[in-house]
């Protein structure tokens, strides 16, 4: 017995001394030395080789996405003699996959299509390839055409690391046959003493707009709708409804600087302003909107969404531009209100918050923010086929093809319009469906806010996701604990303050200031 | 003859010697792989290698993250729960099914298909059923004029419709148990105690308790083993929400490791993770030789 209690002990030392010898041994870094292929693509265009196309290109790209890739794919194909593997993975796990590639760099996938909000990481870490040296040998079509808001998003340090794909940013939609409805009208201003604007001008005739039209069958369906709707599931996208609402009463617009245009952290001591009355107040009033939302509301991610408002259950709701996508399609989507959606900016509010002097300034003001940025295409350091998935990202991303893509000719993509060309080109959004008044509005709505020189960028520094979703830490966890009623606004508040200061002091306090900085144009 | 002898434990150790190289591999080393890693920091995601940081994760879940002491009494609940309600209706369900009738088979076939479905098709079909707006449960409750009820979206009623739905797809297997366990028992007890009058509860509590209480111990410590490692009706049904009212252990140790490759701090969570089912089983385990002997 206590000769096999020393093999026994023997065994494991030798396991542990043999784990923590490989644990560190630690791994290069990545971009210690310039591979073959990087001198290659250094190469002045006239010297540089064709590109093989036929070889197989394999895309990491998520669920709606999936759409435009399917639709170029066979043509591809067809075209080059070349073959596309498509590796299709749910929003919640696509983080993981990326990442886990980013580590092991198995060259699992050629080019992946990720939200803009990750690539603090991801470019910061040197996960993918700088496109500039390709842009250089292969060009890249209609780069003037690109909005100057997400030419901004494909960007790190300065130069281009991702191919633009989508624009994105919150829209209201509201029901014209609720709100636009003179009976109705009346009835409201019986009740509130004031009739509310259309498309609604703040937050407060929002949640009076919700109460009104809550639980009854207004447009005499014979099923009970709704107020309001919006992303509101746990680890989903329910930040973004939040941060539509606390934009408002955190700051005011203007050329971004520490007291407008800026609703995450101070920039002078980068102390995160979560427990600021703004966000209290925002905080406050949308818990009090989850009262005159579908009892499923907390279920509600990007999908189910656009799902349930489609399908007629709520007067208002808040998202990109996809619910107007969907609305068009009644056999698809199950549309029943093509032609009944009014479009608008996010709501504004009648206060907000200055930090400056420290009071509420009571004044109607409208800030728009760019929610989520929008998705593009990166390629990864270990993609085994970098100039074939270029040409195949060039080729979904051209004028032509994205125009295709956005406008509903080829149905629900998840891609919003981003390039100037798509906002010129009506008649291609009639062709997918829309009837002409409402593309008008529609587009109307977007361009404003893109165009919008002081709208409030989305927080992109490093290790955003975790600021939003992170484990232990994060403003979507103790959200929906405030959705839900669990805890209390102000509570949420100053949890979500208590992890952020945690998560700047855990990234680098200098770094992440410096970051934030930059992130709104400052020095 | 020495030489003989040697060349025996030789030939003895040659045969064992692949069977501790696929444990080392399989089973040993991710271990201690894991163990090592729960005294660095690594956050994957931006750090080339690990840093020793000595105990500070362990004393960070212990000490500072109220999140991972509610996703342990979580876990806590729905396990006592669960385990506690399935063990009950398989018992019934057992007694019912070892009685004669015509049709028995057939019952005991239709029991057994909830056992057999992939958890993570369970979790969705049970999230379309039980949707709010559109499940199926919540029309029928409205169409007989009744509310219909926030199963996935109000954080009091959701912990309890993961156990609810636990509780269906597990019942199966404590009565599959349970059944071949009431089958065994010899009849001549039964006989003696009707010839002495004791009536069919008397029966139950006296004779087929005692004689089926080892099954009971065995499969109720599989089930609370297995269901303290509970992910899938989470990941599917609640998402871990409404706010962290759902999370179990299991699922924060993959948020923690998986999703944001804090490859420490995850370790050191599952690290405790198998401490705290080490020492229940132990306990429980123990408790049962005590009272055997």
């Known amino acids: 017995m206590r000769k096999h209690f020393w093999l026994i002990t023997l065994f494991i030392v030798l396991t542990l001394l043999f784990t923590t010898s490989i644990v560190f041994a630690g791994t290069k870094p990545a971009e210690e030395k310039p591979t073959v292929m990087e001198k290659a693509e250094e190469m002045p265009a006239e010297k540089a080789p064709e590109v093989d196309l036929t070889v197989p290109i394999t895309v990491l790209v998520t669920d709606p996405h999936i759409q435009v890739v399917d639709t170029w794919k066979p043509i591809w194909e067809a075209q080059t003699g070349g073959k596309i593997e498509v590796v299709l993975v749910p929003y919640a796990t696509l983080e993981e996959k990326m990442w886990l590639e980013f580590r092991t760099k198995t060259g699992s996938f050629d080019i992946a299509c990720v939200p803009v909000t990750w690539l603090g990481e991801v470019f910061g870490g040197g996960h993918a390839e700088n496109l500039e040296p390709y842009m250089e040998k292969y060009g890249y079509p209609g780069w003037d055409d690109v909005m100057p808001g997400v030419q901004r998003i494909t960007k790190w340090m300065g130069k281009v690391m991702a191919l633009p794909y989508d624009g994105d940013n919150h829209l209201t939609y509201y029901r014209k046959d609720a709100l636009e409805v003179p009976k109705y009208q009346a009835q409201f201003k019986e009740k509130y003493g004031y009739m509310y604007q259309i498309p609604p001008a703040n937050w407060s005739e929002v949640r009076d707009i919700a109460e009104f039209f809550n639980k009854w069958d207004w447009d005499n369906d014979g099923e009970i709708e709704y107020g309001v709707a919006f992303i509101a599931q746990q680890n989903s996208q329910a930040m973004w409804s939040f941060m539509d609402v606390c934009a408002q009463y955190t700051t005011i617009a203007g050329t971004p600087s520490n007291y407008t245009s800026n609703i995450f952290f101070d920039t002078e001591t980068m102390e995160p302003l979560c427990k600021s009355p703004g966000w209290v107040e925002a905080m406050t009033r949308i818990q009090e909107l989850t009262e005159f939302a579908p009892p499923g509301l907390l279920g509600y991610g990007y999908s189910e969404l656009r799902q349930a408002f489609v399908s007629g259950n709520s007067a208002i709701a808040f998202d990109w531009g996809d619910i107007g996508i969907q609305e068009q399609k009644p056999v698809e989507y199950g549309s029943k209100v093509k032609g009944l959606l009014g479009y608008g900016p996010l709501p504004g509010a009648k206060k907000y918050f200055d930090r400056k002097t420290n009071k509420w300034v009571e004044k109607q003001h409208t800030v728009n923010f760019l929610n989520f940025g929008g998705w593009v295409w990166i390629i990864p350091k270990a993609a085994p086929h970098k100039d074939a998935a270029y040409k195949f990202g060039v080729y979904m991303t051209n004028p032509e093809h994205s125009l295709l893509d956005v406008c509903g000719i080829h149905g629900y993509t998840g891609a919003n319009p981003w390039r100037w060309s798509h906002f010129k080109t009506p008649s291609a959004w009639v062709r997918g469906g829309w009837g002409e008044e409402s593309v008008k509005g529609y587009l109307k709505a977007i361009s404003d806010i893109l165009q919008d020189p002081n709208a409030v960028p989305d927080l992109l520094i490093p290790g955003t996701p975790e600021y939003y979703t992170g484990a232990g830490s994060s403003l979507d966890v103790h959200l929906n604990a405030v959705l839900s009623g669990k805890i209390s606004p102000q509570e949420g508040c100053e949890r979500i303050y208590k992890d952020w200061v945690r998560i700047t002091e855990e990234k680098g306090f200098e770094q992440q200031k410096a970051f934030y900085r930059g992130s709104l144009g400052l020095k | ?293």
Not at chain 2, 18 to 41: E, G, Q, R
Not at chain 2, 76 to 90: A, H, Q, R
Not at chain 2, 214 to 229: C, E, G
Not at chain 2, 230 to 243: D, K, M, R, S
């Open chain 2, 1 to 293: 003859m020495a030489s003989a002898t040697i060349g025996r434990r030789n030939v003895k150790f040659a045969f064992l010697l692949p069977a501790l190289i696929y444990l080392m591999l399989m089973a040993i080393l991710p271990l201690v792989w894991t163990l090592t890693l729960s005294f660095t920091k690594w956050h994957a995601n931006i750090m080339p290698k690990p840093e020793w940081v000595g105990l500070d994760n362990f004393k960070y879940f212990l000490f500072q993250d109220l999140r991972f002491w509610h996703a342990l009494g979580f876990t806590s609940m729905y396990v006592g729960i669960s385990v506690t309600g399935e063990l009950v209706l398989g018992l019934i369900l057992a007694t019912l099914l070892s009685q004669k009738f015509r049709g028995k088979n057939f019952f005991r076939v239709i029991y057994l298909i909830p056992m057999a479905c992939p958890p993570i098709a369970v979790a969705f079909l049970w999230r379309m059923m039980l949707h709010p707006d559109i499940g199926i449960i919540n029309t029928m409750l409205t169409s007989i004029g009744l509310n219909g009820v926030k199963w996935t979206t109000s954080a009091n009623v959701a912990p309890f419709t993961i156990i609810m739905v636990d509780i269906w797809e597990w019942t199966p297997f404590m009565f599959l148990a349970l059944l071949a366990a009431l089958q065994s028992l010899p009849t001549e007890l039964y006989q003696a105690a009707a010839v002495d009058g004791a009536n069919s509860w008397k029966m139950f509590i006296h004779i087929t308790l005692p004689l089926i209480a080892p099954v009971i111990v065995t499969i109720s410590l599989i089930r609370v083993i297995d269901a303290f490692k509970l992910f899938e009706l989470v990941f599917g049904i609640t998402g871990a929400g409404p706010g962290s009212s759902t999370e179990s252990l299991s699922f924060y140790v993959y948020i923690v490791g998986m999703k944001w490759f804090k490859l420490g701090r995850g370790s050191a969570a599952s690290w405790l993770f198998l401490i705290i089912l080490l020492i229940f089983a132990i306990t429980l385990i123990s408790r049962f030789k005590k009272q055997r002997t």
